[in-house]
């Protein structure tokens, strides 16, 4: 995924997984991006965004949006539910990456990364990503974020229209720059679960 400042960051923009693949993964292919944060709910920030380069090789080495919605629905939910299981939740989760891969395949010839390359409005770069299967406001506001702070993708208003995800607290994977900034980003989770303002992962 190459960014949209004129400086390539040293380091993957996501080092999130623990496994320099699979944060590369998260760099380069924008669906690897979309299924990750797809993935990021109800499992630690690591198990959902490693999820994409486990699912790239039990596909044969390949992430393509448009194979895999060519696929049965069912097909990818046995691919899922093989253990160990890609998430909490397989099969559902099977479904959403599904249709989200459809949604790709159907609207943007099957290159995700259209759904932001040279966007200059904000709001019509939010619009596209609330439009994703399984992609909430919240969801969308944290990919929104990500996609400013970590690989330069910032049309004029993302900071308005993320917040507060797009603030300095550690609260998303969008502020994860390392094992240390994973670190304060659950314990800023767990803060919020313990004065019933959150949800830990």
Do not use: N
């Not at 959902?48 to 393509?64: M, T, V, Y």
């Not at 300095?168 to 019933?196: I, T």
């Amino acid at each position: 995924m190459t960014p949209e400042t004129d400086e390539t960051p040293p380091l993957p923009p996501l080092p999130i997984t623990g496994v320099a693949e699979a944060d590369r993964l998260l760099a380069e292919e924008p669906l690897a991006l979309l299924l990750g944060m797809l993935l990021d709910q109800q499992v630690p920030m690591e198990w959902a965004f490693r999820g994409p380069w486990s699912l790239k090789q039990r596909l044969g080495g390949e992430l393509d949006a448009i194979a895999i919605a060519s696929l049965d629905p069912e097909a990818l939910v046995a691919v899922f539910c093989d253990k160990p299981a890609l998430h909490r939740y397989p099969a559902a989760m099977a479904r959403r990456a599904h249709a989200v891969c459809l949604h790709v395949a159907e609207r943007y010839d099957g290159d995700a990364g259209a759904i932001w390359r040279g966007e200059r409005s904000a709001q019509k770069l939010y619009a596209r990503i609330r439009q994703l299967p399984g992609y909430g406001e919240e969801k969308a506001k944290i990919l929104l974020a990500i996609l400013g702070k970590r690989f330069g993708v910032a049309p004029r208003g993302w900071k308005a229209l993320a917040l507060p995800f797009s603030d300095r607290v550690p609260r998303s994977a969008a502020d994860v720059s390392g094992p240390e900034a994973l670190a304060r980003v659950r314990a800023f989770k767990r803060e919020q679960k313990r004065r019933g303002l959150g949800k830990a992962d």
